[in-house]
């Protein structure tokens, strides 16, 4: 059904969340929709540019008031993951190539980046990197920028 009064009641970062918002909204019985991010308008030779067009969550001005709550629950929840993602312990990892050891935040552990002393990828890991468990060495100190 069509909107008769719409407003825009959430900008998302992604069409991905401007689907979880309208469904959160849409389960607490209001009607929303999307409004994705398929212009062309921020496209140019290097590529996309960002805040062009953002993804909408558009409902009716009648239900803006009912609407704060679940809007309210899904901007604590993306909060509260946002912390937990970027808690925890940084890791040390010797890079292969040239043998600097580099720090990296917890959030990118399992992932693959780039050494910044020589650019060479390095796997970050969060494990002990050698073999014998027995007789641990000691881990390399990040060195200082």
Do not use: N, W
């Given at each position: 059904m069509a909107l008769s009064d719409p407003i825009s009641a959430y900008n998302a970062a992604s069409n991905i969340e401007a689907?979880?918002?309208?469904?959160?909204l849409e389960e607490a019985g209001i009607e929303a929709h999307v409004v994705e991010d398929t212009s062309v308008v921020g496209l140019w030779f290097g590529g996309a540019l960002p805040e062009?067009?953002?993804?909408?969550?558009w409902i009716e001005r009648a239900d803006a008031e009912r609407s704060a709550p679940v809007?309210?629950?899904?901007?604590?929840?993306?909060?509260?993951?946002?912390?937990?993602?970027?808690?925890?312990?940084?890791?040390?990892?010797?890079?292969?190539?040239c043998g600097a050891a580099e720090m990296f935040p917890?959030?990118?552990?399992?992932?693959?980046?780039?050494c910044p002393a020589c650019g060479a990828f390095v796997d970050v890991v969060d494990e002990i990197p050698w073999a014998d468990e027995s007789a641990p060495q000691e881990q390399p100190?990040?060195?200082?920028e």
């Open positions: 689907h979880l918002v309208r469904q959160m062009i067009h953002k993804p909408q969550v809007l309210a629950a899904y901007e604590d929840e993306a909060e509260r993951r946002r912390r937990e993602f970027a808690e925890g312990d940084p890791v040390v990892v010797t890079c292969e190539a917890a959030h990118q552990i399992d992932s693959v980046q780039s100190e990040p060195r200082d």
